[in-house]
């Protein structure tokens, strides 16, 4: 590696004999993508970006030019530059340099626009070397690290991030077209509330108070409900200090929203017109395959029970279990493989449960409702059976993709429920919810009936574009520090 960067340095130095070595701007006339619209012979264009692939035949050299828009071929000519200026261009210019070039348009014999230079600009020296271009950048950690070698080296990844940034695009117009309103709620937060998640704490040295990164913004959205809005969302950054899988990051993006006078029917019509517009948009289409299996999101989606799903696939029934004992005794009975003294409440055990028999089997888009009241603290009870919610969960692909409910919003309740999770933490559940006066002070002035939703944007994006893990969503995923022998590795 230092021999490849000094003799790039010596070539900078070189440069600097004949102008300054890193321009400070350059006006571009054309994107690279533009100039395949021109026609030819289209004189006095101005482009810029990456040299990506540099071929030397005789007096003729062809290069491909990236910028943000695509690539572009480029062609340097002895007859056309003068042979002292061909003969430094071809030996100064490295792959990874950034140039910019003047010229004319021409279409080659095999059909390629391309860009006959008849200037050129050194506008910044690279002095590391490109990935070698037919192993490129593969590895999957390696990508993540290298964020900026992998954009750079793999059209796949660009494009995976322009698809997230139509659909962060589509989600805003939807809701802002649907009379919500985007507003902020804080990141730091003095309770950690929302839902069951073990939350990264800090400490807020100028009030010399603890703080918590929001694992939710939901509490805080339904205050504003209390102060009077009736259609809120916010599309932001949620951290939960639990474990990574393809399917979980620590720090990821979640769109929360709540309705007044809303409940959970209403939230599952809305969601699915919601998806099903944004496939059409962003792919042009609403059936889409996730590592060969086709997952087909048009039409209306199935709806089942969590009562019945879960007897569907342990056959134990949910309805008469009213203890964390009772449910124990099935899950033996029933010869199910589960660490019982792992669980310290019945809605754990309930949502391990599912999570292990159940939602694996769930591929196909579906719609699962009325689950366990002991399972989410912040719902409301259904008026049909006080021991289920007036819930649903989006799952696809065994992936929750949404969660949503209408809202608890008796103070009373709520308080009750919010003891109940003030008991399991103080038995050791790292994950249950804390006590948040100023959200029960908010509810005793009064809420309106209410349904909220989150969605995992990331966890969708990874359907949409076939990604296997959903850090390959996320531009610079928190990864382990490297060992020193794998940071030498990784420098040369």
């Known amino acids: 590696m230092d021999q490849y960067q000094k003799v790039r340095l010596d070539k900078l130095k070189d440069w600097g004999q004949r102008q300054v070595p890193y321009i400070g701007r350059f006006e571009k006339s054309h994107s690279c993508l533009q100039i395949q619209d021109l026609a030819d012979d289209q004189q006095d264009i101005k482009v810029a970006g990456r040299i990506m692939t540099m071929r030397l035949m005789g007096k003729i050299c062809f290069a491909s030019l990236q910028d943000a828009s695509g690539r572009l071929q480029i062609c340097l000519q002895q007859d056309v530059l003068g042979k002292d200026e061909f003969k430094f261009l071809t030996k100064k210019l490295d792959m990874g340099d950034h140039i910019g070039v003047e010229g004319a348009t021409f279409t080659t014999q095999k059909g390629e626009k391309t860009l006959k230079v008849q200037k050129c600009q050194l506008l910044s020296k690279g002095i590391r070397p490109l990935p070698e271009k037919f192993k490129g950048l593969a590895d999957p950690e390696l990508k993540s690290r290298l964020r900026f070698l992998d954009l750079m080296m793999n059209s796949e990844t660009r494009k995976r991030f322009e698809v997230r940034h139509q659909v962060i695009k589509f989600l805003r117009n939807f809701l802002d077209q649907n009379q919500f309103q985007e507003v902020e709620t804080p990141l730091l937060q003095a309770k950690s509330s929302g839902a069951s998640a073990r939350p990264f704490k800090t400490h807020h040295n100028a009030l010399d108070i603890p703080l918590y990164l929001r694992i939710a913004p939901e509490t805080y959205l339904k205050r504003l409900i209390a102060g009077g809005y009736e259609r809120v969302y916010e599309l932001g950054k949620c951290f939960r200090n639990e474990g990574i899988d393809a399917s979980h990051l620590q720090e990821f993006t979640m769109l929360e929203w709540y309705a007044a006078y809303w409940d959970y029917q209403d939230n599952m019509k809305f969601v699915q017109k919601m998806i099903q517009q944004m ?102 009870r259904s008026d049909e059976n006080p021991q289920e919610l007036d819930m649903f969960q989006l799952v696809v692909n065994g992936w929750e993709v949404v969660k949503a409910y209408s809202e608890l919003v008796d103070p009373i309740e709520q308080k009750n429920r919010l003891l109940e999770q003030l008991r399991l933490a103080e038995a050791g559940d790292d994950e249950a919810m804390m006590m948040e006066e100023d959200f029960l002070l908010a509810m005793e002035y009064g809420m309106p009936p209410i349904s909220g939703l989150g969605f995992g944007v990331e966890r969708f994006l990874a359907l949409m574009t076939n990604s296997h893990n959903i850090r390959d969503l996320i531009f610079f995923p928190s990864l382990r520090p490297l060992a020193a022998d794998d940071q030498q590795a990784l420098d040369s």
Not at 327 to 348: F, M, N, R, T, V
């Open 279 to 380: 496939l059409t948009q962003v792919l042009q289409t609403q059936k889409i395959t996730y590592e060969d299996q086709l997952l087909d999101f048009s039409g209306d989606w199935p709806v089942m029970t969590y009562r019945d799903l879960v007897l569907k696939y342990t056959q134990i029934d949910l309805q008469p279990i009213e203890t964390l004992e009772q449910l124990k005794s099935e899950i033996q009975k029933a010869g199910l493989d589960l660490p019982l003294d792992k669980y310290l409440g019945l809605g754990a055990l309930i949502d391990g449960l599912y999570k292990k028999y159940c939602r694996p089997h769930l591929i196909q888009p579906i719609f699962i409702t009325r689950h366990h009241v002991d399972l989410v603290p912040l719902a409301r």
